[in-house]
């Protein structure tokens, strides 16, 4: 099966810079996602790596090494609407179904 | 575009009643999905779709069954709910390994 580790909570100031970090253990491995959910909201995709290397999308960038198992997501230029959770996930890929595997969660808050 | 959309977003059921959770996606995507998540949690699969007409179990399927209706339809169905039930469900959908589309949930309550 897999696994997902990732940290409970983070603490930033508005403006500043953040990573979230993701280590997983898994038995076959198609890519690495980062979803962001807000409080009462459904997750939204952020990001995908597939291949080792840094993805970027505006103020997000998220980062795969294979080799570690391990990944992360950047967030600069923090803004309080970033104030949300932040799951790593990855494909299941035991019986072939190909879903997604859900870290459980960073919850990042972003004050003032 | 409507996306992924479920049907009820909010539902109080008694323990022992049985209810079924609609989804809907307008996306034209293979798989379907539905998963729970518990408060502090991350989502947990119930049960996936592939495509139209098959259906597999997930990390946590018992006390559920689900229905691929057609290939816009998946439906939850719950035949005696308990209190453990309790939670969010989110339908979702995807095609491809890149990005996953989430409804917007249906909270439970089963008292």
């Known amino acids: 099966g897999q696994s997902l580790e990732q940290p409970s909570e983070v603490t930033a100031v508005e403006g500043a810079i953040v990573q979230i970090n993701c280590t997983y253990q898994t038995s076959g491995f198609y890519g690495l996602s980062w979803y962001q959910q807000h409080d009462g909201g459904a997750p939204t995709f952020l990001s995908y790596?597939?291949?080792?290397g840094l993805e970027e999308t505006g103020r997000f960038s998220s980062f795969l090494s294979r080799s570690d198992s391990y990944g992360y997501l950047l967030l600069q230029e923090l803004q309080m609407k970033d104030s949300a959770s932040y799951f790593c996930a990855v494909r299941d890929t035991d019986t072939g179904r190909r879903a997604l595997t859900f870290g459980s969660g960073t919850r990042l808050q972003v004050q003032p | 575009n409507a996306g992924v959309t479920q049907t009820p977003k909010f539902q109080v059921l008694k323990t022992g009643q049985s209810m079924t959770l609609q989804c809907a996606q307008d996306?034209?995507?293979?798989?379907m999905y539905w998963y729970r998540q518990d408060p502090g949690m991350g989502l947990r699969l119930i049960y996936y779709?592939?495509?139209?007409?098959?259906?597999d179990k997930g990390e946590v399927p018992n006390g559920y069954n689900v229905s691929r209706l057609n290939k816009r339809e998946f439906s939850l169905r719950l035949e005696s709910a308990a209190p453990s039930q309790t939670s969010v469900y989110f339908c979702a959908s995807s095609e491809g390994d890149r990005a996953t589309f989430f409804g917007q949930g249906t909270r439970l309550t089963v008292v």
């Open positions: 996306m034209n995507h293979n798989s």
């Open positions: 790596n597939a291949l080792d």
């Open positions: 779709s592939a495509s139209e007409g098959t259906t």
